[in-house]
């Protein structure tokens, strides 16, 4: 069977579209349906401390508070959440004890590289599992990408990303710089993919990631309904439907349309948002 996973990032991603206000009751009843359809990761939201905290939000400004929304049992899925480099302190990440997030993805610009890995680095040793998130992975050249590839092996992170943060991507983008990747990065570290839906082509790059030549694992982001910053991101519930269809997965689609029906529904229309200015 391929290997892959599903990172699902509604709470996180999704919260462009309503400045993360889903509500503290929606927030844990959205990470309990998602850990009943049996993802294997999701991502919470945001750790920041640039923004003040609201419990309606899912924007966080401790691990501790993070761990307040936490369903109590846990399942079989990883729990992790988003720091956009630059607003956060490392000091004041405490050291992983296996209560609260198991891991933190860091999302940050090219310029921005050098001083990221640093942060990574310090991630690492608190126990955390770690995602490299490197925004617009398209404008990397090859040279800079492999020393990104050479950063990964030495940090050593859960998993290193593509993110077509301006859904720009299309299939030979996305498999050049992927295969470029699985030649290069230890294999021991999952190669990710972020994909934006700006070109409609998320779905189908996400197959053809899938459907790779290769045996390493990957992970995939997608959001219930899509929702996501501009034209939205990958749908979970399809993709999900699609891996149970191709590739004899157990994931649990129902729990899914539960939050579109009783959460993301209410919301109302997904409007275009200004322009980009985070992580994704």
């Given at each position: 069977?391929?290997?892959?996973?599903?990172?699902?990032?509604?709470?996180?991603?999704?919260g462009?579209?309503n400045?993360?206000?889903?509500?503290?009751?929606?927030?844990?009843?959205?990470l309990?349906?998602?850990?009943?359809?049996?993802?294997?990761?999701i991502?919470?939201?945001f750790?920041?401390n640039?923004?003040?905290?609201?419990?309606?939000?899912?924007?966080?400004?401790?691990?501790?508070?993070?761990?307040?929304?936490?369903?109590e049992?846990?399942?079989?899925?990883?729990?992790?959440?988003?720091?956009?480099?630059?607003?956060y302190?490392?000091?004041?990440?405490?050291?992983?004890?296996?209560?609260?997030?198991?891991?933190?993805?860091?999302?940050?610009?090219?310029?921005?590289?050098?001083?990221?890995?640093?942060?990574?680095?310090?991630?690492s040793?608190?126990?955390?599992?770690?995602?490299?998130?490197?925004?617009i992975?398209?404008?990397y050249?090859?040279?800079?990408?492999?020393?990104?590839?050479?950063?990964?092996n030495?940090?050593?992170?859960?998993?290193l990303?593509?993110?077509?943060?301006?859904?720009?991507?299309?299939r030979?983008?996305?498999?050049?710089i992927f295969?470029l990747?699985?030649?290069?990065?230890?294999?021991?570290?999952l190669l990710?993919?972020?994909?934006?839906?700006?070109?409609?082509?998320?779905?189908?790059?996400?197959q053809?990631?899938?459907?790779?030549?290769?045996?390493?694992?990957?992970?995939?982001?997608?959001?219930?309904?899509g929702?996501?910053?501009?034209a939205?991101?990958?749908?979970?519930?399809?993709?999900?439907?699609?891996?149970?269809?191709?590739?004899?997965?157990?994931?649990?689609?129902?729990?899914?349309?539960?939050?579109?029906?009783?959460?993301?529904?209410k919301i109302?229309?997904?409007?275009?948002?200004?322009?980009?200015?985070?992580?994704?």
């Amino acid at each position: 069977m391929k290997k892959i996973k599903v990172l699902d990032c509604t709470l996180r991603d999704g919260g462009y579209i309503n400045d993360w206000n889903f509500k503290y009751s929606n927030i844990t009843m959205m990470l309990n349906y998602l850990k009943e359809s049996e993802l294997d990761v999701i991502e919470c939201g945001f750790l920041s401390n640039k923004k003040t905290y609201d419990p309606e939000r899912s924007v966080f400004d401790t691990i501790d508070r993070m761990k307040g929304v936490l369903p109590e049992d846990r399942g079989d899925s990883k729990y992790v959440c988003m720091i956009n480099y630059g607003e956060y302190n490392v000091k004041d990440i405490p050291d992983y004890d296996g209560t609260s997030v198991d891991g933190i993805r860091i999302a940050f610009h090219k310029k921005d590289l050098s001083e990221a890995l640093e942060f990574f680095k310090e991630i690492s040793k608190k126990g955390y599992m770690t995602f490299i998130q490197p925004m617009i992975t398209i404008n990397y050249s090859d040279f800079e990408l492999l020393k990104l590839a050479e950063a990964a092996n030495d940090i050593k992170p859960y998993a290193l990303y593509i993110a077509d943060s301006f859904g720009v991507m299309k299939r030979n983008d996305l498999l050049r710089i992927f295969y470029l990747l699985d030649h290069n990065v230890n294999r021991n570290i999952l190669l990710g993919y972020h994909a934006h839906n700006n070109l409609q082509l998320a779905y189908s790059n996400a197959q053809a990631l899938v459907n790779a030549n290769t045996n390493r694992e990957r992970i995939i982001d997608a959001s219930v309904f899509g929702m996501g910053r501009g034209a939205g991101n990958l749908n979970t519930e399809l993709f999900v439907q699609y891996l149970n269809d191709s590739l004899d997965k157990k994931y649990n689609g129902y729990p899914l349309l539960q939050i579109i029906d009783k959460v993301l529904n209410k919301i109302g229309s997904f409007n275009a948002l200004p322009p980009f200015i985070g992580p994704v």
